[in-house]
């Protein structure tokens, strides 16, 4: 059976500008995501009323849990999209996230 890789190991693997210039995207929108429990709560919210603003947080939210999935994926864990996007969510969520890529994690 195949070790876990290290999570500071996985963490310098996502980690790059771009990621930083997503992040801080994401958490500058955090008040976006606090009134809805899930992922798909806010996408609902956002196309059901037309939201201008739900464009710029689907291409980061994106961007983020694409760089996440692809990089557990290429080192053997395969978890599905949906699940790293609601966590990715759940980690933006919240205030205290000083890291919200480690906290997927």
């Given at each position: 059976m195949k070790k876990m890789p290290n999570i500071e190991k996985l963490l310098s693997l996502i980690e790059s500008k771009k990621m930083e210039k997503s992040i801080e995207f994401l958490q500058?929108?955090?008040?976006r995501f606090v009134p809805h429990q899930s992922v798909d709560d806010l996408i609902f919210f956002a196309l059901e009323g037309g939201a201008t603003w739900w464009e710029g947080i689907e291409?980061?939210?994106?961007q983020v849990a694409y760089a996440i999935r692809r990089t557990l994926w290429s080192n053997g864990i395969f978890i599905g999209?949906?699940?790293i996007a609601d966590l990715t969510f759940s980690s933006?969520?919240?205030?205290e996230s000083d890291s919200p890529i480690r906290d997927v994690l």
């Open positions: 500058a929108n955090r008040r291409f980061h939210l994106e999209m949906s699940v933006l969520r919240y205030p």
